[in-house]
C-alpha cells in the first residue's frame, strides 16, 4: 500500500497512523514500511535517527563509486551484491521493519543499478504480509512507474484546490504509465466539518471503478504539538481524536 498526495497534506502522518492502527489490531505479522521520500522522513516522524550511510541511497552511492573505482570482482552478479546492500539497509524494530530509500548520489548513468534497484525491493517486500511506502510528493514519483507491486494506493488532499488537483493528476498519470492499482482509496485530511461533501461529490465525478472514498479527518492539534516538540507519533494516545477517526476508516482499506 503507497501513500501519495501533494507536498504537506499528511502522507506522512497518516501512514503512521495505519502503522499504528495494524499493530494495536495485530492484523500483520511481518511489516515493512518504506520510506522512498528522500526528503521528509518517517523515521523522523517515529523518532528514529538514520544516517546516510545506512539508506538504500547511501549504500548504492558507494557502491557506484566502487564500480567507478573498478572495485567490485567481477565474478559476482550484480543484482547479488545490490541485494545484500538493500538487506543491510533493513532496520529492524520490534514490530516492524523500515527501509530508508535516501537519495542516490554521484555523477554518471547507473541505469542498470537502478533498474535492478526496483526488482530487489519488489523481491524483499514479498517477504512480508504487508508493506506501506511513503511517496514522495507529487507525480513524479509515478510517472517513473516505481510503484509496479503496489495494490492498494491511498491519495491524501487537503482541503485545498491543489491537493485535489494533485490528486486528480495522480490518477490521470497512474493511468498514462499503466500502473494497476486494485484499488486507489481517496482520503481527506485536515477537512473542516461540513465539508466532506465536497471532496465525495469530486471523486464520484472522477468516475472510475478502482478510485474509492475513503473519508475525511479532522485537524488535530495534538498531531501537531507531536510533530512540533518531535515525539514519536506512534505513541500518541490510542483515544486521539485524528486516531480514533482514522482507524474507523483504515478498517474498510485492511
Ligand atoms: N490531521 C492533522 N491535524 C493536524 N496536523 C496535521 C494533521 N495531519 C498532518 N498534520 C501536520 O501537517 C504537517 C505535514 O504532515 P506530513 O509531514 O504528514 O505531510 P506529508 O504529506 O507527508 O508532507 P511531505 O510532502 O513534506 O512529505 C505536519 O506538521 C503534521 O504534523
Ligand atoms: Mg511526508
New binding site residues.
Given amino acids: 500500500m503507497s501513500f501519495s ?1 501533494k ?7 497518516l501512514l503512521i497512523m495505519l502503522l499504528k492502527h495494524v499493530l494495536n489490531t495485530k492484523k500483520y505479522k511481518n511489516i515493512l514500511v518504506i520510506d522512498a ?1 528522500p ?2 522522513n518517517v523515521a523522523d516522524i517515529i523518532g528514529e535517527e538514520i544516517r546516510f550511510k545506512e539508506t538504500v541511497g547511501g549504500k548504492m552511492t558507494e557502491l557506484k563509486e566502487k564500480i567507478a573505482k573498478r572495485q567490485i570482482p567481477l565474478d559476482v552478479p550484480k543484482n547479488q551484491i545490490i541485494e545484500s546492500e538493500v538487506f543491510d539497509a533493513i532496520i529492524e524494530k520490534d514490530e516492524f521493519d523500515i527501509i530508508e530509500m535516501g537519495r542516490s548520489e554521484g555523477e554518471g548513468c547507473y541505469c542498470s543499478v537502478n533498474n535492478t534497484l526496483k526488482q530487489v525491493i519488489d523481491v524483499i517486500a514479498k517477504n512480508y504480509d504487508l508493506v506501506l511506502i511513503d511517496a514522495p ?1 507529487g507525480l513524479e514519483y509515478f510517472a517513473r512507474k516505481t510503484g509496479r507491486n503496489v495494490t492498494d494506493l491511498v491519495i ?1 488532499t487537503d482541503a485545498s484546490k491543489m491537493g485535489l488537483h494533485t490528486m486528480e493528476r495522480i490518477i490521470e498519470v497512474s493511468k498514462e504509465v499503466n500502473l494497476k492499482f486494485e484499488k486507489i482509496w481517496i482520503l481527506g ?2 477537512f473542516p466539518s461540513d465539508t466532506e461533501s465536497v471532496l465525495k461529490d469530486r471523486v464520484e465525478k472522477i468516475g472510475d471503478n478502482r478510485v474509492e472514498f475513503l473519508g475525511v ?4 492539534d495534538e ?2 504539538k507531536f ?1 512540533l516538540v518531535g515525539k514519536n507519533l506512534l505513541k500518541i494516545s490510542n483515544n486521539a481524536q ?1 486516531y480514533k477517526s482514522i482507524s474507523e476508516l483504515y478498517e474498510k482499506v485492511l
Fill in positions: 498526495g507536498g504537506g497534506v499528511g502522507k506522512s502522518t521520500d526528503d521528509a510528493a491524501v485530511n485536515k479527518v479532522p485537524y488535530d498531531i501537531s510533530n485524528l
